[in-house]
């Protein structure tokens, strides 16, 4: 079996007396999706920051492109190739896209502290940026200030910005909100492709998403998860079906 | 550099703007009014301290109040190698004093740096409110250290008897000492454009904007910002030196929190983060201290009046009220 990208071990989390994370074990291969649904208040917010590193789990391990990442810090983790996207888009609100891009680029390729030559001609910041932004079709939209972009548009943005720290893996938590139903479709035939770049761990409400998707499904309720299969082991699955899909499956 | 070549509104008023401040000095020279030579002085070295500042707060979003330490300790440099020298007494590990403003430029820089590194270390921990308050309180530990100190006139500061020298020209001359300041100025200044447009005033800008989207590249935004702020306390405390040099006179004044007050006001004034708002707040500041000073006491009334008008209607200061607004690319 190939060993998994991104690999969580017993993970624990308590605030006071609730145990928002309880021994969750989960993995990540490569070329997969493998999405995380569950209700809301089941953790799935607090395991992620968890993974990415803005929150330390009380107990537990988390492996990621083979090294124990439990205790490094949020950029620390970025730099070894763990993306994220967030549930509301986070963006430098003031530069164009291409500009945020860019800030992805200079931190991929190392250092920002070089004080002298400016990046707006620096062609091997802006080049690559481009290129990036060009496989999430926001070329069009690349000098404008990133605040007036639309919903959508941020969200292939902070994407983009993914892509250009060559992520491991991509840690997307739920793309598909405040999308509408067109955005929603041409972000799951994005999201399709993006699965040979790196594997997905895909947090999301949308169903139909999370069916059409995923490779696996995991299934988060009061912190526990209490499934894990294929799409359709999980539309069969008994208690998942009363703890969480109701009508849906 | 090439959005600063380019001819755009906001260009062609930072030429204006470095224009005036060149030409006042030498009109008043030529009309025999010495005075107002030493009033564009002090605006450009106020300008200079306020773009120290600008790196920090205008490009990094760090409001620090405390700033007036680091001009402060560079006053207290200009003061003290100029004491040393003139008294002959060996300063530290034997070395002496100097007259040399180069010297005291790099000791001053050098000095306020790291007292810089040291208190943004600390301060940078904290955001926001707490920020403010941990930057003021480090400033106001130098205040009442340089007040308990004795040796160097305590309360009662330090007077320097002779301008300090600067090699093939006459400082005495106000005119002369006034063209080294507005040089320093204007070398701040392109130091300020070009670390606003390189890779690492990219992520302090960013870092002002998003913190966590420059942690979620990869990018440490405590490392950046410290850096940021070592940089900024260096040219303030630049400035600070010079400032000493143009009173010939340091006092614990110079350390106290009116003064970090005053260049944060001097930037709000001119426009935060652009390359000139420092030097017009600095101008309309002084101007504002010259003209209703001469009317009224209570001037600073009126400097809060207008203070509360930019606020509230022009948030971009005066550039922003003359240029538009910031660009970003």
Known sequence: MVEPVLQISNLVKNFGALRATDGVTLDLRPGEIHALIGPNGAGKSTLIHQICGTLRQDSGAIRFAGQDIGSLGVAQRAQLGLGRTFQVSSIAPDFSGLRNVMLAVQAKQGSSFRFFKPVMRDRSLIDTAMAMLERVGLTARARIPAAELSHGERRQLEIAMALALGSKAFLLDEPMAGMGPEGSKSLTRFLDTLRHEAPILLVEHDMDAVFALADRISVLVYGRIIATGTVEEIRRDPIVRTAYLGDHA | ?329
């Open chain 2, 1 to 329: 550099m090439r959005e600063i070549m380019i001819v755009t509104r906001e260009n062609l008023i930072n030429l204006i703007l470095a224009a005036l401040l060149l030409a006042v000095p030498f009109a008043a020279e030529a009309f025999g009014q010495p005075f107002y030579v030493t009033l564009a002085t002090r605006i450009a070295i106020l300008a200079l301290a306020a773009t120290g500042l600008n790196l920090a707060l205008g490009l990094g979003g760090l409001v620090s109040f405390g700033h007036a330490a680091f001009f402060g300790i560079g006053g207290y440099v200009a003061g003290i190698l100029a004491a040393h020298a003139f008294s002959g007494d060996p300063l530290l590990f034997g070395l002496s004093g100097t007259k040399q403003m180069w010297v005291i430029w790099v000791v001053a820089v050098i000095l306020s740096g790291l007292v810089g590194l040291v208190i943004g270390a600390i301060s940078l921990r904290t955001s926001g409110v707490y920020f403010i308050m941990i930057t003021l309180a480090f400033a106001q530990m130098v205040y009442y250290f340089a007040i308990s100190w004795p040796a160097y006139g305590g309360e009662d500061g330090l007077s320097i008897l002779v301008r300090n020298q600067f090699p093939g020209v006459s400082t005495m001359r106000p005119l002369t000492f006034f063209l080294i300041c507005y040089v320093v100025l204007l070398l701040a200044l392109a130091l300020f454009a070009l670390i606003r447009a390189s890779r690492f005033g990219a992520a302090l800008q960013a870092a002002r904007q998003n913190e966590v989207r420059v942690a979620t590249v990869g990018i440490q935004p405590y490392r950046i910002r410290l850096t940021g702020f070592a940089i900024s306390a260096a040219v303030t405390g630049l400035a600070g030196a010079l400032f000493a040099d143009l009173n010939r006179f340091v006092s614990p004044s110079m350390l106290s929190w009116h003064m970090s007050g005053e260049l944060i006001v001097l930037i709000i004034l001119g426009g935060t983060g652009r390359l000139f708002g420092p030097l017009a707040g600095a101008a309309l500041y002084v101007i504002f201290e010259y003209a209703l000073g001469g009317l009224t006491e209570r001037w600073q009334f009126f400097l809060g009046l207008i203070l509360l008008v930019v606020v509230l209607f022009a948030r971009g200061g005066l550039l922003g009220l003359l240029a538009g607004k910031a660009k970003h690319g």
